[in-house]
């Protein structure tokens, strides 16, 4: 059996057919997922996976094909954004209910040769004719279900820009190269997954849309089966428009206009224009940076929220035990907590796009006034709901934001021959994103990331409205750990908001419980949002819940599906992990 063949034909096949060093991973694990009857959320079903090893380049993502794609690039001598593209297009395929080219994404690159980190920037952007009351009717906000199934809540897509933007900078191999892979997969047909095929079962909403439910769903409205071969002649066509025509092909042309007449075609219409999406520009920003101990932690800043709520996290952490606490005790699980109460009440109140509100990062992240927010922290109660700081006397003059973020996004990690690497979060917001399928993909729902209303209860105007042209605030959390200046350390996670407890969870374990990539990774899931105290199920945890519940926290044991994928960077060699909540792999050689 071909290679091509055994990846399509579905995880049991694919031990004939795997090159030696995908033959790394877990194989077992793999095997496992292949059973139809698994909920591919559950984090206990699929128990730990096995870290993967290799001398001189790595990838891992959250499948197997996108990281089968992404590692042949770096193997050809591909740079780590090179796989991340080849990686991307293939998700946008096989996992189509998290992102994809109707979507945007965050960046973080480490370029080798100039021993530098640079962010990119490729966030949805809200239409010129957007206003900031365009979720409110009768002076209150519409259900958010409401607003994420509409054409309303599609931002012009902005992935296939900050790709071109990053490969400009980092790349090596020619652009239509880095297609392949996914042009090969859509035309010849993939297994269905799992995770997938559950995921259909369970949505209603994507049944309702008529494109969308052609493809997903056979005649008689039924998901496709796992393993069930699906093809996609109409994205392999955007694809090779693209590889061949570069991003413009995407933004200008016949795959604008048909993506501008989905979103104004849907029976709650978008004003998504031709202009919106020839106009929209990816960017280079400065990255975010702190220090932690001997690390220096690195990730995209504003308008994502979520790097600068873990540095806060694991600033204000190091003003407590929890490095000699036991990783899931009730000390450790209570101190992660409080400080995450702390990070998300400032989260909520201060971040939005830069570019049009002052973002105070630099007080945000000042050492002195982390201590005194750590001092809030009591060791044997919790502080309940935390108050925002005020580091620079602007509290007054904000409004709370209480939009919810879903977890439905994906990361990848990658790390080439050279020593570049790329950590890069790409979304297209809730599972199927907007629902509305175009051209044989989904667009995003990212517009329901602003606040539904643009005052808080108090009537202050609240920093992440809607306003046009503007990026919705986001917690994806791309980041990059430096050691003596050099890469230690690419991590980052799906999840919506949670996102941050995940990564920053994964951080204290390296950083602070000295615990492997990937036995950090598989710790059960702990923390929270500033609401409730949140436990995964079916975990360990479950043991410390009434003692938190004594403490005063208001416990919750909830699915906490997180998708963490990571690459150390070790003096004997690169160590892979994937998370095994969901069907990732690492690889490399």
Not at 22 to 47: F, H, Q, S, W, Y
Not at 65 to 91: F, P, R
Not at 507 to 528: E, K, M, R, T, Y
Request: charged residues 20%.
């Amino acid at each position: 059996m071909g290679l091509w063949a055994a990846l399509a034909a579905g995880p049991a096949a694919w031990a004939s057919g795997l090159p030696a060093f995908l033959l790394k991973a877990d194989t077992a694990r793999l095997a496992v997922e292949d059973k139809e009857d698994i909920n591919p959320e559950m984090a206990t079903v699929l128990g730990h996976s096995q870290a993967v090893h290799a001398a001189d380049y790595m990838i891992s993502s959250a499948n197997p094909l996108a990281t089968q794609a992404g590692a042949a690039i770096l193997a050809e001598g591909g740079s780590a954004t090179d796989a991340a593209i080849a990686a991307q297009m293939v998700l946008n395929l096989v996992e189509p209910q998290s992102s994809g080219i109707g979507g945007g994404a965050f960046l973080i690159a480490y370029d080798a040769a100039a021993q530098k980190v640079q962010a990119y920037d490729g966030r949805e952007t809200a239409p010129e004719e957007a206003r900031s009351n365009r979720f409110m009717q009768g002076g209150n906000a519409i259900p958010f279900w409401s607003a994420v199934n509409s054409g309303l809540s599609v931002g012009t897509p902005g992935l296939l820009r900050v790709l071109g933007l990053a490969h400009k900078a980092h790349g090596k191999l020619d652009w239509a190269r880095l297609f392949e892979p996914a042009i090969a997969l859509a035309e010849q047909g993939f297994a269905v997954s799992p995770r997938l095929h559950a995921l259909l079962v369970e949505n209603t909403d994507l049944r309702r849309q008529t494109a969308s439910a052609a493809y997903f769903y056979d005649e008689k409205g039924r998901a496709w089966p796992v393993g069930h071969i699906l093809k996609n002649p109409a994205l392999a066509q955007v694809f090779r428009a693209v590889a061949e025509g570069g991003p413009d092909a995407f933004y200008q042309g016949a795959i604008a206009r048909n993506l501008v007449e989905a979103v104004a075609g849907h029976p709650v219409p978008g004003d998504l224009s031709l202009k919106d999406l020839s106009g929209y520009e990816a960017k280079a920003r400065e990255p975010l940076c702190a220090p932690y101990k001997v690390y220096v932690l690195c990730g995209m800043p504003p308008p994502s929220s979520g790097p600068l709520a873990v540095m806060q996290m694991m600033t204000i952490l190091s003003h407590t035990p929890i490095a000699t606490t036991p990783p899931g005790s009730l000390e450790a699980v209570h101190y992660f907590s409080e400080a995450g109460k702390l990070a998300f009440a400032d989260r909520d109140v201060y971040v939005a796009d830069p570019d049009f509100i002052n973002v105070p990062i630099n007080a945000l992240l000042d050492a002195r006034y982390l201590a005194l927010r750590a001092d809030l922290i009591m060791p044997r109660r919790t502080i309940g709901r935390a108050p925002p700081g005020d580091p620079i006397g602007m509290l007054v003059v904000r409004g709370q934001d209480a939009s919810p973020e879903l977890p439905s996004t994906t990361h990848i990690v990658a790390v080439d021959r050279d020593g570049g690497v790329m950590s890069m979060t790409s979304s297209i917001e809730s599972a199927f994103g907007s629902k509305i399928f175009v051209d044989g993909y989904l667009l995003n729902n990212q517009l329901t990331d602003f606040s539904l209303s643009d005052v808080d209860a108090e009537y202050k105007p609240v920093a992440n409205r809607l306003e046009p042209g503007k990026r919705p605030r986001s917690s994806m959390s791309p980041m990059l750990v430096l050691k003596d200046g050099k890469p230690y350390m690419a991590i980052g996670s799906p999840g919506g908001a949670a996102i941050i407890n995940y990564v920053a969870k994964t951080l204290v374990g390296v950083l602070d419980w000295n615990l492997s990539l990937q036995d950090a990774i598989d710790l059960p899931n702990f923390g929270s949002r500033n609401r409730h105290t949140e436990l995964e199920k079916n975990t360990d945890l479950r043991g410390i819940a009434d003692e938190l519940r004594a403490m005063g926290h208001e416990v919750r044991e909830v699915d906490f599906p997180s998708g963490l994928q990571g690459i150390r960077l070790t003096p004997d060699g690169l160590e892979g992990a994937a998370d095994p909540r969901r069907e990732g792999l690492a690889a490399g050689g």
